[in-house]
């Protein structure tokens, strides 16, 4: 399987992905943590996929969504954003919408 399969087949398999760097449980920038600290707050189950152990993966997913910048996240097979954009629909309200309008469970209190 190519890696774009692979990519695709995650995005796909997966309510919530983020591609980052390091782990949710250990995020190795912080933009990535940014992004694991939003994710968490609202309750939202996500499956983590660290870049950093494949350059294939992190080049990879930079062509699949022609976006160049790690983290990234996808909702329900759709590019959502990278750090900055995640950050501000948070705050604006927008990405918990955006949660509950495509079906993806969070926190009551969120």
Known sequence: MGIEQFIDNEV?????VLFMKGTPQFPQCGFSGQVVQILDHLGVTYKG???????????????YSNWPTIPQL???????????????MFQAGELLQTLKDKGV???QNA
Do not use: W
């Open 105 to 107: 469970p969070v926190k």
């Open 74 to 88: 996808y909702v329900k097979g759709e590019f959502v954003g990278g750090c900055d954009i995640v950050r501000e």
């Open 12 to 16: 796909k398999a997966n309510d919530v």
């Open 49 to 63: 996929l660290n870049v950093l152990e494949s350059d294939d993966l992190r080049n990879g997913i930079k062509a």
